[in-house]
């Protein structure tokens, strides 16, 4: 039983990570229905941001303060919001009417090529870096569980962040422009919202959460190289299309699924090899039995 | 199917010249090794005929049908393994003189289990549209080699060594050309009009009474049949398989060669999987910029020209 809750704890926080992720992938798909494969790298910036930047916080903020690993945190989601939308305006807008798989194509072009130039020895070079400590690490006991401060710090900050999505996408202005502009694009472009500003703005807000997502995915597994990305993209993208792409709640609850799903199956000895194909293995299900995924409504393709 | 005679006297002489060269070849590397040609380009000739397996097959799947496939190198990966595996069992038992046959049967084996493992991928996620089938196909590629990487019986991380010599110049042209054939003659037949129709609409297709779903099951196992082929000669020239050497930056390989010759165009994909596979071998001191370049030129070509390098004209067919 001790067990089976210290597992809950670690997939929760790891689920609360890939749910961070999700949001990015679901929303650019509700926007403009294809799959950012770039968003993985995004993240991985997001952690190289919060690499360079801890040094000179450092002498601002005294380190391990939680007021520095907030500026880092802002900063680093900042530049990620830059980035991604700069990747938008550069590589995705000129493609906004073309077939989807050339811009699938294209999305596949532009993660390639964050992450090898990345890998290049100008650059981050391909070795794996210590992420420094942002915070104080911390065992807390309860009973027989021990819950790491990380994880309590991976999954306040998630929630914070699900709420504040929520409260973005539904009550804001902004959010209601989204909305619509995932609806329907030439509508919303008709009733005078401005479809290219909203596309931007919702590249730069998953970017940040990628951005943010990355620091937390770096602080639990404290070593960050130009590849990181992959592994838990790919994870998130699966959780997006579990909980139903384009559905927020979904991508939150997908992920969470996912975390758990996945930590369990690594604690059953037989299953731990195969831990990389157990999530591929959800996505198939989940799409050969309910292709909207968990929350998704069933859609008809107009013609 | 119908077969165009010409094509096929094409074919035959291809296989002629590819047979007839392979002993030229072989007798140069002997006599003249280490001058101007000797084993390493013989192998690069090699390299080149199955990318062309490779890249033709995929074409069949993401050009003539349209849909994206990220997972070409683990039906490569089947392929290699199944082929590999029969040979290395049986390749003691066999006389000299049956070595052929036996390779032939692990060819053909390695083209049907990956056949086989296309249609069980293929079935359930051709369903899908475009952006998930690619995930679907990568994701599939990832299990591919978790599995082989934790199967003992297929070596597991060290890989299968020692695999016997056998694929040689006549080999992999011979299979090459009947690739081509193949696909050629598939696609420009009556039936192949409906991988084109698929590719263009696929509700207009339905409408004509064309089940899509079908179509691209059949596109996504014939070229799953193909790279198992692929697969199966890589493993007896390389003379090793492991399973790093079919990860997803193979299958990008494979993909990029299809976009840079434009997807649907066979000569075109021709050409591109020749260049992609001798420039690198050229340009070995810009290793690390291969990568990049590859990346910027899909961006670039998806923006600029997102029919392909190799094709002049805007018109889109099926013509070889």
């Known amino acids: ?303 | 199917m119908t077969m165009h005679s010409g094509a096929k006297r094409s074919l035959l002489i291809a296989i002629v010249v590819a047979v007839a060269l392979a002993p030229l070849l072989e007798w140069i590397v002997k006599t003249h090794s280490g001058n101007y040609f000797n084993g390493y380009y013989l192998g690069v000739l090699i390299d080149i005929a199955i990318n062309i397996i490779l890249a033709v097959s995929l074409n069949l799947i993401n050009g003539h049908t349209g849909q994206f496939s990220l997972g070409h190198a683990g039906f490569m990966a089947v392929g290699g393994y199944t082929a590999a595996k029969l040979t290395l069992s049986l390749q003691a038992a066999v006389p000299v003189w049956a070595q052929p046959i036996l390779f032939s049967a692990a060819l053909l084996l390695g083209g049907l289990a990956a056949a086989v493992i296309g249609l069980g991928v293929g079935a359930p996620s051709l369903r899908l549209r475009g952006d998930y089938l690619a995930i679907v196909t990568l994701g599939f590629g990832e299990i591919i080699r978790v599995v082989f990487q934790t199967t003992d019986f297929f070596g597991a991380a060290t890989g299968l060594p020692a695999i016997a010599n056998w694929t040689n110049f006549a080999w992999a042209w011979s299979l090459a050309a009947v690739t081509v054939f193949v696909v050629a003659c598939l696609v420009n037949s009556t039936y192949g009009r409906g991988f084109i129709a698929t590719h263009d609409d696929e509700v207009a297709a339905s409408a004509m009474g064309v089940n899509p779903v079908r179509y691209k099951v059949t596109a996504f196992v014939i070229g799953a049949f193909f790279a198992g082929i692929a697969g199966g000669l890589f493993a007896h020239h390389k003379r090793f398989l492991s399973p790093t050497s079919f990860d997803f930056m193979k299958s990008i390989d494979i993909v990029v060669m299809v976009i840079l010759g434009g997807m649907g165009r066979t000569p075109g994909v021709i050409a591109a999987a020749i260049i992609l596979t001798v420039l690198p071998e050229a340009l070995r001191t810009f290793a690390e910029y291969r990568m990049i370049v590859y990346s910027l030129l899909i961006i670039g070509l998806m923006i600029l020209r997102p029919q392909g390098l190799f094709t002049i004209g805007k018109g889109r067919t099926a013509k070889v």
């Open chain 1, 1 to 303: 039983m001790e067990l089976f809750f210290q597992q809950l704890i670690n997939g929760l926080a790891l689920g609360a990570i890939y749910a961070l992720i999700a949001l990015g992938y679901t929303m650019v798909y509700g926007v403009l229905r294809f799959i950012n494969f770039a968003h993985s790298d995004v993240l991985m910036l997001g952690a190289f941001a919060a690499y360079f930047l801890a040094p000179g916080i450092a002498k601002v903020l005294p380190p391990h303060s939680f007021a520095s690993a907030l500026l880092i945190t802002i900063l680093a989601a900042a530049i990620c919001a830059i980035i991604g939308i700069l990747i938008e305006r550069l590589a995705y807008r000129p493609l906004r009417n073309r077939p989807k798989l050339t811009v699938l194509i294209t999305a596949i072009g532009v993660s390639l090529f964050i992450e090898f130039t990345c890998q290049h020895k100008a650059v981050f070079r391909s070795e794996t870096r210590r992420f420094p400590e942002l915070l104080p690490i911390n065992d807390y006991h309860f009973g027989g569980l021990v819950v790491n401060s990380n994880d309590i710090v991976v999954l306040v900050t998630t929630i914070i962040l699900l709420a504040a999505m929520w409260f973005i996408v539904q009550h804001t202005k902004t959010g209601t422009a989204m909305r619509a502009v995932a609806f329907n694009m030439q509508a919303a472009s008709l009733m005078g919202i401005d479809v290219n500003r909203i596309v931007s703005f919702t590249f730069g807000l998953g970017s940040a959460l990628a951005a943010i997502a990355g620091i937390l995915y770096a602080m639990k597994a404290p070593g960050i190289d130009p590849l990181m990305g992959i592994q838990p993209g790919l994870r998130a993208f699966i959780a997006a299309v579990l909980g139903g792409i384009g559905n927020l709640p979904g991508a939150a609850l997908g992920g969470i699924v996912l975390g758990v799903v996945e930590t369990f199956a690594g604690g059953i000895p037989g299953l731990s090899n195969y831990r990389d194909g157990i999530a591929f293995a959800m996505l198939i299900g989940i799409l050969i039995f309910r292709p909207a995924g968990l929350l998704g409504k069933a859609t008809v393709e107009k013609v």
